[in-house]
């Protein structure tokens, strides 16, 4: 299947800094990508949709100013934590869909931790 | 979206044939039935998808019943390493992946 690549894999912040996780498909092109939040013991949480060209759609109760997502290639899109608090500690995921079948790959995940 | 209900955890043993039921009363016309397998810190992976009757890959077989109200992933000979939470989705529209829900996953344990 297609690969998925997340940078960087883990993270330790201060509280209050801004924190940027890339979400790459290194194989395909992705003109979506969605980004998903997974507490411990959680299921994954869908944040945001992300079309390439275009503004994120943000689900409800995700701030936008907090989260913000850029998506300006088919290959990459960038997920940016502002601010960061001790709340936002979590394992943010990323999936890319094949613009062909529409099959999503996910890549494996960032680890975030906020002091 | 359709919700979907599993069984929170079960336990198998390795070589055992382990089958996960999922419940979604709500399924609709176009929806697909999609499974994915996650590891500890790592993202899920795809497993299988389905519309109706039955799909079976390398690793899976999907059993959809006609009034598609459920579904039940079939492992065949599990091993210490198939233990993993266990997703199941509905939805997808005409792709069959637009929008993923994700329901709360069973976690299933292999012992030796």
């Known amino acids: 299947g297609a690969v998925v690549s997340q940078h960087p894999s883990w993270v330790i912040c201060k509280s209050g800094t801004s924190v940027k996780i890339e979400c790459r498909s290194l194989d395909f092109q992705a003109t979506t990508m969605f980004w998903y939040r997974q507490f411990p013991k959680q299921s994954l949480m869908l944040m945001a949709t992300?079309?390439?060209?275009?503004?994120?759609?943000?689900e409800q109760g995700v701030e936008k100013d907090k989260f913000l997502i850029n998506h300006a290639s088919l290959t990459l899109s960038t997920l940016t934590v502002t601010s960061a608090h001790p709340e936002d500690s979590s394992f943010y995921i990323c999936?890319?869909?094949?613009?062909?079948?529409?099959?999503?790959?996910f890549g494996p995940g960032t680890r975030l931790t906020v002091l | 979206l359709a919700k979907t209900t599993q069984p929170i955890s079960m336990d198998s043993y390795e070589g055992q044939e382990v089958n996960i039921t999922c419940s979604h009363n709500n399924i609709a016309t176009n929806d697909y039935i999609t499974w994915y397998q996650q590891f500890p810190s790592q993202g899920p992976r795809f497993i299988i998808q389905?519309?109706?009757t039955k799909v079976t890959n390398e690793v899976a077989s999907l059993f959809i019943p006609a009034d598609r109200k459920s579904s039940t992933l079939s492992l065949p000979r599990v091993s210490l390493s198939d233990t993993a939470v266990y997703y199941c989705?509905?939805?997808?529209?005409?792709?069959?992946?637009?929008?993923?829900?994700f329901g709360k996953g069973t976690m299933l344990l292999v012992s030796p």
């Open positions: 992300s079309n390439e060209g275009s503004k994120a759609t943000y």
């Open positions: 999936s890319a869909q094949t613009s062909g079948t529409g099959e999503q790959f």
């Open positions: 389905g519309y109706k």
């Open positions: 989705l509905v939805g997808g529209g005409s792709s069959g992946y637009s929008t993923l829900t």
